[in-house]
Nanobody
């Protein structure tokens, strides 16, 4: 059974940083995509960043240059380093995974999901 468990959310002032982690267990596909999504109140879930087993990373325009996604295959941990946070980054952040190639930011392509961790950016 695949499980994704996020941690690291919290409250921070604008301009601050947070580091989210997603512990993965039970996922055995040799080629896979993993991603971070977020959903703010009253808005649709949107893709933030994705990374494949080939290490290539893909970012939403709104977070390019501020967020960094990484994957530690040995520890089976997905990480999202978020710097220069803005109030509009406030959302519930969830990690997601699927097998295969072509790691997009389309939520309908992902079929394993974590429960999410809240990120609040406010002064």
């Amino acid at each position: 059974q695949v499980q994704l468990v996020e941690s690291g959310g919290g409250s921070v002032q604008p301009g601050g940083s947070l580091r989210l982690s997603c512990a993965v267990s039970g996922f055995t596909d040799s080629r896979y995509c993993m991603a971070w999504f977020r959903q703010a109140p009253g808005k649709e879930r949107e893709g933030v960043a994705s990374i494949g087993s080939g290490v290539y990373a893909n970012y939403a325009d709104s977070v390019k240059g501020r967020f960094t996604i990484s994957l530690d295959n040995a520890k089976k941990t997905l990480t999202l380093q978020m710097n220069s946070l803005k109030p509009e980054d406030t959302a519930m952040y969830s990690c997601a995974a699927r097998g295969g190639y072509g790691c997009s930011l389309r939520r309908l392509e992902y079929y394993y999901w974590g429960q999410g961790t809240q990120v609040t950016v406010s002064s």
